[in-house]
């Protein structure tokens, strides 16, 4: 069973503690979902949790999600989502990308995005609030918005990210 009682706080804390454990620990531990990286563990519990606060059920296990971190080939590009009607949705996340980046919500904006496409089924979100910032995670990146997803915009950009279903 899904456990939705772990606050945001201490899912950080927890990442904290896996990131500071041994490579078999964190196996151990954090294997929740059984086809997805154990780094992306704590992202894609935490994907769930927000759905859940708004009253949407997700279980990324039971809609096999895969979750890798790899080399993706393209420049720039820092995840994807593959998905198609024969094959598991599968979300591939830049290795350069993941090490050069190791700020929680930049990773999280990432996932969360890619989660976007492969278990909500969302396509890209265009467009700019005044202030000149995105108004959706789910932006393409070529449009002239840039990304403002921090802890004081957080709660407004999952709230659109979950609402525009
Ligand atoms: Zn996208």
């Avoid at 196996?27 to 759905?51: K, R």
């Avoid at 979750?67 to 989502?81: D, F, M, N, P, S």
Wanted: proline share 2%.
């Amino acid at each position: 069973m899904r456990n939705f009682q772990f606050s945001f706080p201490l899912t950080v804390l927890l990442f904290l503690l896996f990131s500071s454990c041994s490579k078999d620990e964190i196996v151990e531990q954090a294997n929740f979902f059984p086809n997805v990286a154990p780094e992306l563990q704590t992202y894609f519990e935490e994907f769930e949790y927000q759905g859940a606060l708004r009253s949407i059920q997700i279980n990324l296990a039971d809609a096999n999600i895969i979750g890798k971190i790899e080399e993706l080939g393209e420049e720039h590009v820092a995840g994807q989502c593959t998905y198609g009607a024969a094959i598991d949705n599968e979300i591939t996340i830049d290795k350069g990308f993941w090490n050069d980046f190791p700020q929680l919500l930049v990773r999280e904006m990432v996932v969360f995005h890619e989660l976007g496409h492969c278990y909500l089924d969302r396509g890209h979100t265009e467009g700019a609030k005044s202030n000149g910032a995105c108004i959706s995670i789910m932006r393409s990146g070529l449009g002239d918005c840039f990304d403002n997803y921090n802890s004081a915009t957080r709660v407004a950009y999952l709230d659109e990210l979950f609402s525009n279903l």
